[in-house]
């Protein structure tokens, strides 16, 4: 068992109670304590309490949901595709979303119909890659990567043709969808069960990951069926990337770097790496969307912007310390 | 007797015809090499004996019952198999990678436990990788990634061990002491050992029996005593072959 990092584990939980904190007490408005602590206690509304509760507290969980699924999906769809430059939206579905929320900003839909319409997106590219990629039954990684970039560069062309013939009102809207923006809405028990669904999922086979990773073969000559795991990775990955993209938009970024860094910091046994994915791409939105917001207030950024750039330094020192020379 | 047995294999890939009824019984404490000039489906033979390609006629069997039928654990449990290159894309450790191979061992939930450890260091020990635990894979020179890879084998404990090229990397003193001496030890346990080998030496050096896969579909098959000759080397690579005696030792060469 990979008990030495292991401990890796309550630290990361820590460190989302951490941020958390600090994205509930931080923010354009100096907050009284007295007063939410009231509002909690003896119900009594306030701005104070409804500052906190209301607005910052939503968002801190929509921030962690988020980053957690993105991370998960990103780490399993690296091992379903052996290709360490996957991410979440790789296989289109975050372009079969956009096309669903794009057509639905411009027929003036409400918020929800938005994201119900990037849900069919999402999971109508989900299903035409998969047909498409399994053809005569066998699909090797290339044939899935290959027919899922294609399938993501047409979404792509879709994209830039709403926006191109989107009269001119709804294009804020629209960019701001496509860059990526938490709501203030506190999360149905939904999106958690099915958060926690694809955590259960992927640490229950999280030890195939880890001979799916030295080879399909291998992982076969082991006793792992290929077949069956590879579907489960797929349909999970595209399931938890289809819910936060409904959510909060194409937030880049996180399901890229945040299995990477874990990985250079825990070790890459995919027992760690999975639950360790959930922990640090929740805290890595978290903190962004605490940026995002104050950084530049009262104007807010996109979410997106700023996952990018703290991520990416983050990454770079990390992949410099650790290539350290040979023994 | 957990014999692995192959009755009328027929295997083809694309056009290429690797045999026709091959029957052949692999049987325990036995060690054999399939040799063959390039592009016969030497591999290929040695993945449907692993059950993982399929024949178009013909079945594979481990102790009667065909691999079709066998749980995919179980069957992990009774054939291990060695390939002939890897693709890491993910830094594992030594030990991490290792352990992959007590997979079919444990159950989906339960970790590797502290007996799986020890076996791994045992055999790291055995393959000269002692100390290299918690060494990342990409640091790894090609001989001692091999060596992690024939470990992985070691430890999954299985009764038949195919392996594809497992000279491959390997300077000559850890093919001969490293590669033969593991050989000779799951003789001793009984093993059968069933491989694939360019080094018709090394063949000769380490087989009990020998099957000859010549490109058209033809097969034969015997013991080393009986295939390991000028006329049939040649005729098998296409190639003139020598041969002398030297050190007690049958030894092969290219004319």
Redesign the interface.
Same mark, same amino acid.
């Given at each position: 068992?990979?008990a030495r990092r292991a401990y890796f584990l309550p630290l990361l939980c820590l460190g989302v109670l951490v941020a958390a904190g600090f994205s509930l007490a931080i923010g354009t408005i100096e907050v009284d304590w007295q007063q939410v602590y009231q509002g909690l206690v003896a119900g009594r509304p306030s701005l104070h309490y409804e500052v906190v509760m209301g607005i910052r507290l939503p968002r801190a969980v929509n921030a962690f949901l988020v980053g957690g699924m993105l991370a998960v999906a990103g780490a399993l769809m690296?091992?379903l595709l052996? +290709?360490?430059l996957a991410d979440p939206y790789v296989l289109g579905v975050s372009g079969g979303a956009s096309v669903g929320a794009l057509l639905a900003i411009m027929l003036g839909w409400a918020e929800a119909g938005i994201s119900g319409a990037a849900a069919v997106g999402a999971l109508f590219s989900l299903l035409v890659v998969f047909s498409l990629a399994r053809g005569a039954g066998h699909w090797s990684s290339t044939r899935l990567l290959l027919t899922g970039v294609v399938m993501a560069s047409g979404w792509g062309a879709m994209v830039s043709f709403l926006l191109a013939v989107s009269p001119e009102a709804h294009l804020r809207g629209m960019l701001f969808w496509l860059m990526g923006d938490l709501t203030e809405r506190l999360p149905g028990g939904f999106r958690v069960g099915l958060l926690a669904l694809g955590l259960g999922v992927s640490v229950? /086979?999280a030890?195939?990951l +880890? #001979?799916l990773?030295? =080879?399909e073969?291998?992982a076969?000559? #082991? =006793? /792992? +069926?290929t077949v069956l795991l590879r579907s489960i990775l797929y349909f999970t990955a595209g399931v938890l990337t289809a819910s936060a993209v409904t959510l909060a938009g194409a937030i880049g970024f996180v399901g890229l770097v945040v299995p990477h860094i874990v990985?250079l910091v825990i =070790?890459?046994?995919h027992?760690l790496v999975v639950p360790g994915s959930l922990l640090a791409g929740g805290i890595l939105l978290i903190v962004s969307e605490l940026v995002a917001r104050t950084i530049m207030a009262p104007n807010e950024l996109p979410v997106g912007i700023v996952t990018a750039f703290i991520g990416v330094p983050t990454f770079l020192f990390l992949l410099r310390r650790s290539a350290t020379p040979?023994? | 007797m957990t014999e692995l047995s192959a009755h009328d294999l027929r295997i083809e890939i694309g056009d290429v015809v690797v045999c026709r009824d091959l029957c052949a019984t692999f049987m325990p404490g036995q060690v054999w090499t399939i040799l063959g000039p390039n592009g016969v489906g030497k591999s290929t033979l040695l993945r449907t004996l692993a059950g993982l390609y399929q024949p178009i006629a013909g079945r594979v069997a481990f102790d009667g019952q065909s691999l079709v039928d066998m749980p995919r654990r179980e069957r992990a449990r009774q054939i291990g198999i060695l390939f002939q290159d890897h693709a890491d894309v993910f830094p594992l450790t030594v030990t991490e990678t290792v352990l992959t191979g007590r997979h079919p061992w444990c159950s989906p939930l339960q970790g590797e436990s502290a007996v799986d450890l020890e076996r791994v260091d045992q055999v790291l020990d055995e393959v000269g990788l002692d100390g290299f635990q918690d060494r990342n894979l990409f640091s790894l020179s090609g001989g001692e990634r091999r060596r992690v890879d024939l470990a992985a084998l070691a430890v999954q404990d299985s009764a038949v061990l195919l392996l594809d090229e497992p000279s491959n990397h390997l300077d000559p003193r850890h093919q001969v002491t490293l590669l033969g001496g593991m050989i000779d030890k799951w003789r001793r346990a009984r093993r059968a050992v069933v491989m694939v080998l360019h080094d018709i030496n090394l063949a000769v050096r380490f087989s009990d029996y020998l099957i000859f896969l010549y490109g058209d579909g033809k097969a034969s098959q015997g013991l080393v005593t009986e295939m390991a000759t000028e006329a049939h080397f040649s005729r098998l690579y296409d190639q003139p072959m020598g041969h002398y005696q030297a050190h007690d030792r049958d030894l092969f060469f290219p004319l």
């Open positions: 068992m990979p690296q091992v052996r +290709n360490p229950y /086979v030890r195939s +880890n #001979l990773a030295t =080879g073969q291998r076969a000559s #082991l =006793g /792992v +069926n990985r =070790g890459a046994d027992r040979r023994s | -």
